[in-house]
């Protein structure tokens, strides 16, 4: 089972700021399986990148997705109000398709 | 346009069996992995399993002695059993599609609105 470490747990940052959000695997995952996710409070998880760098429809352009191997990044360029929410990065190389943890972005 | 529409009963005793079942509207039902991910009370996603149209599954290993997912192609459904449920299984339980097994796109591109399920005697 590949298990995937999201640091840090908690980021506080004010909307403007930039959010780098990283996602560790326990082995190699290549650029190809790892996907990131956003909920917000109350809410349905909803895609935001696949295949470490492509944005989902609809996603906007400050949200980016950068790595390959077993060390990724999302990185949120100036925060708006509505991306205060905690973000899942999910490995889908190999079964169980395991998630990390997560990492609350909270407004400091 | 996708839709996953999901049910189940909310409230269990332990040692009962959990079932849910979600229903797909808009676009095939072969040519994915049909999903179920859970979310405990202020914790994380954790994924449970999948099934595609021709009913292969895949499932996590922590679960797989107590869960069973089907499919149903003649009625675009699918359904989630979990058996001899306790208190550690309360949880918001979801339902979801990946992108696309012909392509090996399998995030989950789709999802239920979740079930509450809550398991208390």
């Known amino acids: 089972e590949i298990v995937l470490t999201q640091s840090p747990g908690t980021l506080s940052l004010s909307p403007g700021e930039r959010a780098t959000l990283s996602c560790r695997a326990s082995?190699?995952?290549?650029?190809?399986?790892l996907a990131w996710y956003q909920q917000k409070l109350g809410q349905t998880p909803r895609l935001l990148m696949y295949?470490?760098?492509s944005r989902a429809t609809g996603i906007p352009d400050r949200f980016s997705g950068s790595g390959s191997g077993t060390n990724f990044t999302l990185t949120i360029h100036r925060l708006e109000p509505e991306d205060f929410a905690v973000y899942y990065c999910?490995?889908?190389?190999?079964?169980?398709?395991?998630f990390g943890q997560g990492t609350k972005v909270e407004i400091k | 346009q996708v839709q996953l529409q999901q049910w189940g009963a909310g409230l269990l005793k332990p040692s009962e069996t959990l079932s849910l079942t979600c229903a797909v509207y808009?676009?095939?039902?072969?040519?994915?992995?049909w999903s179920w991910i859970r979310q405990p009370p202020g914790k994380g996603l954790e994924w449970i399993g999948e099934i595609n149209h021709s009913g292969s599954t895949n499932y996590n290993p922590s679960l797989k002695s107590r869960v069973t997912i089907l499919v149903d192609t003649s009625m675009n459904q699918f359904s989630l059993k979990l058996s001899s449920v306790t208190a550690a299984d309360t949880a918001v339980y979801y339902c979801?599609?990946?992108?696309?097994?012909?392509?090996?796109?399998?995030?989950?591109?789709?999802w239920g609105q979740g079930t509450r399920v809550t398991v208390s005697s």
């Open positions: 808009g676009g095939s039902f072969s040519g994915y992995y």
């Open positions: 999910q490995q889908y190389v190999s079964s169980p398709r395991t």
């Open positions: 295949g470490a760098s």
């Open positions: 979801a599609r990946v992108y696309s097994d012909y392509t090996s796109d399998w995030y989950l591109a789709y």
């Open positions: 082995q190699s995952v290549s650029s190809r399986y």
